[in-house]
């Protein structure tokens, strides 16, 4: 999808589509009111689906970590804490979780790999919850969430994941995971702007005290009302564009969604393998490589990054101990193969420049 001269292959914020863009600036509704109350009542409808799961959806104004402190401050609270970290955002839910925790154990690999399976089995032994991300953005791969949900529920423990970077482009199974809380971000496969964070609670047991404005009770019982409201001003204009991204999500139907983005990520890795570039994940027993976001090597991955950004092209550098190492291209929401073919060829020609002044 293009903005101006632009083709972003950014992990989010994508660029939203045009009609998106517009519900922008549609009049701001009363938010006491029953026009507001049915736009939250047609998200909440919508969203449900993409989590895969039936429970309470509320949606936060605030950025997708606004979602993620609200489920873990609650359900992290005084207890035990295993977190899957081996990027980023695995890092950020250890992080979150152990302001609320009892204590917090970090099952670890190296950044692009995932842990071993007998790691995280050994710790689940005796915790309360785990935390972990569906999708890695930072690394570019997806945990198998089949596998890492039934290892927890074989040994009792509850489950909140993050599903950021996945909902509305890869199956999320709310359900069949049997987890607690699911938190979804706007900005990536959904097709909308930042700054509203969706969190599904399927099961309530065990939601203890959180902050003020992070209380997802609060969220629930002011959606439960004759009208359905927000606890605190909405961000109006972000709800009015979530609801035209999800309009476009499901006519173009979810099914078809996912495959789509399984299609154009297959496209991209295929390609990068033609040029000769070597993808960076391996992700091992628990995971698999991302149909959201691809992570590869480059030589001098910065000077390449901003050699495409010249011809318009914007892609991702690495996280964390990835900077400078790693590129990453997203294929979330609007990202066309003619996009990919575009990323591509210009890729190839700015590492043929490059490897041409290398010394041999
Ligand atoms: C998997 C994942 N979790 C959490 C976040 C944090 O989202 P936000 O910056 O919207 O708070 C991101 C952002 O990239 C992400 O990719």
């Given amino acids: 999808m293009t903005s101006g001269f ?9 660029n939203p589509s045009p009609r998106v863009m517009r519900a922008l600036s549609e009049p701001m509704p009363y938010h006491r009111g029953e026009e507001f109350s ?4 047609e998200i909440v409808e919508r969203v449900k689906p993409l989590f895969g ?9 605030g950025s997708s970590t606004a979602g993620l402190e609200s489920a873990l401050a609650g359900f992290a609270r005084g207890r035990n804490v295993v977190a899957i970290v081996d990027g980023k955002f695995g890092e950020r839910l250890a992080e979150i979780s152990s302001l609320y925790a ?10 692009g790999k995932t842990p071993p399976q007998e790691e995280l089995e050994a710790s689940l032994g005796g915790a309360d919850l785990l935390a972990v991300v569906h999708n890695e953005t930072s690394t570019g791969i997806e945990h198998d969430m089949d596998l890492i949900a039934d290892l927890a529920s074989d040994r009792g423990v509850d489950l909140v994941v993050d599903v ?10 709310g359900d069949r995971w049997r987890a607690k809380a699911l938190v979804g971000g706007v900005q990536k496969c959904l097709g909308a702007p930042p700054g509203l964070a969706p969190v599904m609670v399927r ?10 404005y992070l209380d ?12 359905r409201q927000t606890p605190f001003t909405p961000a109006l204009p972000l709800f009015a564009a979530l609801r035209a991204a999800l309009r476009e999500i499901h006519s173009e139907g979810l099914e078809a969604r996912f495959l789509r983005h399984c299609r154009m990520a297959e496209l991209l890795r295929e390609g990068l393998e033609e040029l000769g570039v070597e993808l960076f994940a391996l992700p091992g027993e628990l995971g698999r490589l991302s149909d959201t976001v691809t992570s590869f090597m480059v030589p001098n991955p910065e000077v390449v990054r901003r050699e495409l950004a010249k011809g318009g092209i914007l892609i991702a550098g690495g996280q964390g101990p990835l900077r400078g190492k790693i590129l990453r291209a997203a294929t979330m929401a609007g990202v066309t193969e003619g996009d990919i073919q575009l ?17 041999s």
């Fill in 53 to 61: 799961a039936e429970g309470d959806v509320v949606v936060i104004s």
């Fill in 164 to 173: 950021v970077s996945s909902i509305g482009g890869i199956e999320v199974k």
């Fill in 6 to 14: 632009k083709i972003s292959f950014i992990p989010g914020p994508v």
């Fill in 38 to 41: 049915r736009m939250y009542e």
């Fill in 216 to 227: 997802l009770t609060m969220y629930q019982s002011s959606a439960m009302g004759n009208l």
């Fill in 102 to 111: 009892k204590e917090v154990t970090m099952v670890r690999s190296e950044w």
């Fill in 203 to 212: 099961d309530w047991e065990g939601y203890g005290r959180a902050p003020y």
């Fill in 343 to 359: 990323l591509l060829s210009q890729l190839g020609e700015i590492l043929s420049k490059i490897t041409s002044k290398v010394p």
